[in-house]
């Protein structure tokens, strides 16, 4: 029988540690690294994110404050927004007169890591120009129509005449606990329905009553309404008239000078946009059919704009006057039934806009120009 050779088989195992543990360890390191940047890089985002949120609540502070005070000049000192004691975040807010109807607010949020630290880990300071609204002795005046206003719409800044009927949804709002405002209604908006003798003030009885409620809206002001018995969801002091309330004619405008100016005809549906898309309406411009606006579209004016439909603008649009016009006001004539501005809707120096029903949906003052001035 042969006996079996046994061979002698030496390791290689540690050669090929030798070889590849280095790699291993430098791809551990890379990653790491990557790892402690990308961690880096969030939290600074996240502060960044902080400052952008604490500088929006110095816009929203001045609106309120020179809404009540229109002196109001600032905090003067920066103010506390969060503290978790790891973080912190402030605001602080100057407001500068620039003519007898304007005010600069300048805003500058900031973060802070760690909480007790006192320089800021970013900031972030925006500039807005702020600029009353005013139809003679009121902030609106709306048509036959009337004023419908849906999730969170505000006048807070100014006095509201309605020659047609008021309809206020969900927190809906007119005027505030601490600025209480005028309201007027005249209830023009009969018979129903219309036929030669519409527009005339409806008689008691007729109609139903011009103020109407849903959910949380409310009116802080004193009210006079024709025809309105119900006081309720009006307070400061609310319900003082249900008669004696005259029809106001509406701002003038020449509207066949107008028609007659047209250079330029779109339809709606080019006219139109949405989901982060940006469009511009020329001067003298004419718009058949309906057009809608919406999905953070931004529309801006350049100059006087007609529209043959409706205008509809929804979910964080802005229609913004061009810087270009300067004091130029320019005019959205509208055949349509109504122009909506729902859902954080933003008009940005917005015209006068001649139709039978308004629905506005940003606070007075109006914000006529945001400018992002330094971010750090």
């Not at 100016?261 to 139109?272: P, Q, R």
């Not at 004016?301 to 130029?328: F, K, Y």
């Amino acid at each position: 029988m042969k006996k079996l050779r046994v061979l002698n088989q030496n390791g290689s195992v540690l050669l090929a540690l030798v070889l590849i543990l280095p790699s291993l360890i430098l791809i551990t390191s890379l990653y790491l690294q990557l790892t402690v940047s990308s961690l880096r890089v969030a939290q600074k985002d996240q502060l960044h994110t902080h400052a952008q949120l604490a500088t929006d609540a110095g816009i929203d502070r001045s609106l309120y404050e020179i809404n009540r005070d229109a002196t109001w000049a600032g905090t003067g000192t920066e103010i506390e927004l969060h503290n978790d004691g790891s973080t912190k975040t402030t605001y602080q807010v100057t407001a500068m007169s620039n003519g007898p109807d304007n005010k600069i607010v300048t805003s500058t949020g900031r973060s802070y890591r760690p909480a007790s630290s006192t320089t800021p880990e970013s900031f972030v300071t925006v500039k807005v120009d702020l600029r009353a609204v005013k139809a003679g002795n009121f902030s609106i005046v709306t048509g036959v129509g009337g004023l419908f206003m849906t999730n969170r719409a505000k006048i807070v800044g100014g006095d509201v005449f309605v020659n047609g009927e008021i309809d206020l949804r969900n927190s809906a709002q007119i005027g505030l606990t601490t600025n209480s405002v005028k309201v007027d209604v005249a209830h023009q908006n009969c018979p129903n329905p219309p036929d030669a003798t519409y527009p005339r003030t409806c008689n008691p009885g007729e109609n139903g009553e011009p103020i109407s409620f849903r959910n949380r809206a409310h009116i802080y002001g004193t009210v006079k309404a024709n025809n309105q018995i119900s006081g309720t969801d009006m307070s400061n002091p609310g319900l003082v008239a249900s008669s004696g309330v005259a029809a106001q004619p509406l701002p003038p405008h020449d509207r066949d000078a107008q028609k007659a100016a047209v250079t330029t005809t779109i339809t709606g549906a080019a006219a139109s946009c949405s989901d982060n898309e940006t469009r511009t309406w020329a001067a003298n411009t004419k718009i058949t059919g309906d057009v809608t606006v919406t999905n953070r579209c931004d529309v801006t004016v350049l100059g006087n704009v007609w529209i043959t439909g409706t205008l509809e603008t929804r979910n964080s649009t802005q229609v913004i006057v061009s810087d270009a016009l300067g004091a130029t006001q320019p005019v959205i004539m509208i055949d349509g039934v109504s122009a909506e501005f729902n859902n954080r809707t933003c008009l940005k120096a917005m015209p006068v806009v001649p139709v039978s029903k308004l629905l506005p949906t940003k606070a007075m003052p109006l914000v006529h120009r945001i400018v992002p001035a330094l971010r750090g």
